[in-house]
């Protein structure tokens, strides 16, 4: 059994992290968050200790260690601004990581961190689900064994609408949370650069607070791709079912379902992590370079 503390205990994604913890038969011991509504940890760690201060969890962490019962792993799952001084705190404070995507929001960022790992002789893993997903899995060996040489035209649109309150968070933040393509685009950029190779071209046509889209051109693949939180860019058809939200990806004309088998696959992540399988430092390389020259392009 490991030891594992969380920092962001109060994020939308938390939950799942506490469950994949539990799921893999470790036990959560101290968690953080500036805010106190972690109700949620009754349900899987109600023994964990709990801080709003992030000096007293600093504290708390260096205690552990030196009694003998040190953390194995902090999980990440703050704001994405924080993620690199947070991985850092982590990394000097002799824990192993998990780090919610995206790792960090500038691909310079990533070589300090690795600097990091080499010095302190722990490694940092990142949250990279979609590469778990049977179908995504199916359609890299589907690609791999096809032609070398062809290249798939792909649409990729992706709508999640958003109230007024995401741009009085941070996530309407673009210093705090890297803008769309970044916080709700990232993985897809991961996933696609991962299947068909490294980029060839990076052009944004147009992009706001909301919306983004551009085309993307990699080793095997040329990709139109849209991304947006406004709600008014789901097709009709969709709205009137009461749908929120909107996504497609069709390559050569052929939609590739991969909207079910979300729920178990952080769980998924932490077995891998926890048998020594999971995604690097560099493996978000392109993935970051690729949302932090969309950024470049407002």
């Given at each position: 059994?490991?030891?594992?503390?969380?920092?962001?205990?109060?994020?939308?994604?938390?939950?799942?992290?506490m469950?994949?913890?539990?799921?893999?038969?470790?036990?959560?011991?101290?968690?953080?968050?500036?805010?106190?509504?972690?109700?949620?940890?009754?349900?899987?760690?109600?023994?964990?200790?709990?801080?709003?201060?992030?000096?007293?969890?600093?504290?708390?962490?260096?205690?552990?260690?030196?009694?003998?019962?040190?953390?194995?792993?902090?999980s990440?799952?703050?704001?994405?601004?924080?993620?690199?001084?947070?991985?850092r705190?982590?990394?000097?404070?002799?824990?192993?990581?998990?780090?919610?995507?995206?790792?960090?929001?500038?691909?310079?960022?990533?070589?300090?961190?690795?600097?990091?790992?080499?010095?302190?002789?722990?490694?940092?893993?990142?949250?990279?689900?979609?590469?778990?997903?049977?179908?995504?899995?199916?359609?890299?060996?589907k690609?791999?064994?096809g032609?070398?040489?062809?290249?798939?035209?792909?649409?990729?649109?992706?709508?999640?609408?958003?109230?007024?309150?995401?741009?009085?968070?941070?996530?309407?933040?673009?210093?705090?949370?890297?803008?769309i393509?970044?916080?709700?685009?990232v993985?897809?950029?991961?996933?696609?650069?991962w299947?068909?190779?490294?980029?060839?071209?990076?052009?944004?046509?147009?992009?706001?607070?909301?919306?983004?889209?551009?085309?993307?051109k990699?080793?095997?693949?040329?990709?139109?791709?849209?991304?947006?939180?406004?709600y008014?860019?789901?097709?009709?058809?969709?709205?009137?079912?009461?749908?929120?939200?909107?996504r497609?990806?069709?390559?050569?004309?052929?939609?590739?379902e991969?909207?079910?088998?979300f729920?178990?696959?952080?769980?998924?992540?932490?077995?891998?992590?926890?048998?020594?399988?999971?995604?690097?430092?560099?493996?978000?390389?392109?993935?970051?370079?690729?949302?932090?020259?969309?950024?470049?392009?407002?």
């Amino acid at each position: 059994m490991k030891n594992f503390a969380l920092i962001g205990a109060a994020g939308y994604i938390a939950p799942r992290h506490m469950k994949a913890i539990k799921d893999t038969g470790n036990d959560l011991v101290a968690a953080f968050d500036p805010y106190d509504g972690v109700g949620i940890m009754d349900s899987h760690f109600p023994n964990a200790d709990f801080f709003t201060e992030f000096e007293r969890f600093d504290r708390h962490v260096d205690k552990l260690r030196r009694q003998g019962n040190p953390i194995d792993f902090i999980s990440i799952c703050s704001p994405n601004y924080l993620h690199d001084a947070h991985i850092r705190f982590a990394l000097k404070s002799g824990c192993d990581v998990i780090c919610e995507k995206p790792l960090v929001l500038n691909p310079w960022n990533l070589d300090a961190i690795a600097e990091i790992e080499q010095e302190t002789g722990k490694r940092v893993y990142s949250i990279l689900q979609l590469r778990l997903h049977p179908s995504i899995i199916a359609l890299k060996e589907k690609i791999k064994n096809g032609p070398k040489d062809k290249v798939y035209d792909i649409n990729l649109n992706y709508i999640t609408s958003r109230g007024k309150w995401y741009h009085r968070s941070w996530k309407g933040v673009l210093e705090k949370s890297g803008g769309i393509a970044t916080n709700i685009g990232v993985h897809f950029f991961d996933m696609l650069s991962w299947i068909f190779g490294e980029v060839q071209e990076n052009l944004v046509t147009s992009i706001n607070s909301e919306t983004a889209k551009g085309n993307l051109k990699l080793k095997q693949a040329n990709v139109n791709w849209s991304l947006s939180i406004d709600y008014n860019e789901i097709p009709e058809q969709v709205r009137l079912q009461g749908k929120r939200t909107y996504r497609t990806l069709t390559i050569e004309g052929e939609e590739i379902e991969f909207s079910d088998g979300f729920t178990e696959l952080h769980t998924k992540s932490y077995e891998e992590i926890l048998k020594g399988n999971g995604f690097g430092v560099m493996e978000n390389k392109t993935a970051i370079e690729i949302v932090s020259k969309i950024r470049g392009n407002r």
